[in-house]
């Protein structure tokens, strides 16, 4: 995994919108079939999430992502201007292809999710884990583990540190979240407060 959730443009995270760069990366993942394939697929995905981080930084950037004021012509030449002899062709025929449909937006998404097509290829599956503190070495394997053999797949730890949850993990394995934090029995003790006869943990 190559970029955190942290790192994705708040806009991009949208559902929406990871449904749409969901659809563009499963597209792209037809393009490289076969193991053989494997290692070209992951280097597109890796400079598609680059482009996306550093679309909003180059010289002619946020004129790109403008670019659904432009025609066709206009659209190709600035593309040319900012990429021409930078980047694959996959990517820059990519880049055509989104800013007809103005999603320039999503490139960066795109390539976030065509990485993760690519672990469950392999049979990898990304977990993210906040915990209050870094994990030590031995933490991380015992926990990859255990993980392991609950998910029946090779997990790859995105691990997050986040004082706010105070002690414990919550781990997120997709749309699924395990809440063992001591932040997260407070809440529950907190919440248990609010409702006659409630008992808390």
């Known amino acids: ?46 400079e598609l999430t680059s482009l996306g981080q550093l679309i909003h930084e180059i010289d002619g950037g946020a004129e790109l992502l403008a670019a659904a004021l432009l025609n066709n012509r206009q659209r190709n030449a600035l593309v040319q201007r900012v990429f021409g002899g930078k980047i694959s062709p996959a990517a820059e025929q990519l880049l055509g292809v989104l800013g007809r449909n103005h999603r320039l937006g999503l490139i960066g998404a795109i390539g976030c999710q065509l990485d993760k097509l690519l672990d469950s290829r392999r049979g990898l599956v990304e977990v993210i884990v906040r915990t209050a503190i870094p994990l030590a070495d031995d933490q991380r394997q015992e926990l990859k583990q255990t993980l392991a053999k609950t998910l029946k797949a090779d997990p790859v730890l995105n691990v997050v540190v986040d004082p706010e949850i105070l002690g414990g993990l919550v781990i997120q394995v997709g749309d699924t979240v395990y809440d063992a934090s001591v932040a997260g ?14 008992t808390g943990l």
């Open 1 to 46: 995994m190559s970029v955190s959730l942290q790192q994705q443009d708040r806009t991009v995270l949208n559902p929406d919108n990871i449904g749409v760069a969901t659809v563009y990366a499963e597209a792209l993942a037809e393009m490289f079939p076969g193991p053989e394939k494997a290692d070209d697929a992951r280097d597109l995905a890796d």
């Open 185 to 198: 029995d407070i809440d529950r003790i907190v919440e248990a407060m609010k409702t006659p006869g409630g």
